[in-house]
C-alpha cells in the first residue's frame, strides 16, 4: 500500500473521528449524560483531527464559548501545517511523490 494514500486515509479517519466526537458530546451535554473528557478532544486533535475537531465545533455549536477551544484548535492546526510544510519544503529528507 501506498504510504501517501495510508496517511490520506488515517487523516480522513482521525477526521471524522473528531468531527463525530464532537457531536456526541454536544447530544450529551443536551442529555445531561456522561462527557467526553476535554482532554480526549484535544487529542483528537492533536493526532490529526483538528480540521474535523473543528468543523465539529462550529457545525454543532459545541465548546464556541470556551475560549481554549476557540484558540487552541486552531493553533493546533497552524502547528500540524507549519510541520507538514517544513517535511516537505525544507526538511533535509526528500520525498517523492508518485
Known sequence: MNVILFL???AIIVNIAGL?????????ARR???RIPEVNLFLTALIGG???CIA?????RHKTKHLTFVLGM???LFLQLAAIGYLIFAAPVSFTFM
Open 8 to 10: 490520506i486515509l488515517y
Open 56 to 60: 465539529g465545533m462550529y457545525l454543532f
Open 20 to 28: 463525530a466526537e464532537m457531536g456526541i458530546d454536544k447530544r450529551r
Open 32 to 34: 445531561g449524560a456522561f
Open 74 to 76: 486552531p493553533a493546533i
Open 50 to 52: 483538528s480540521i474535523g
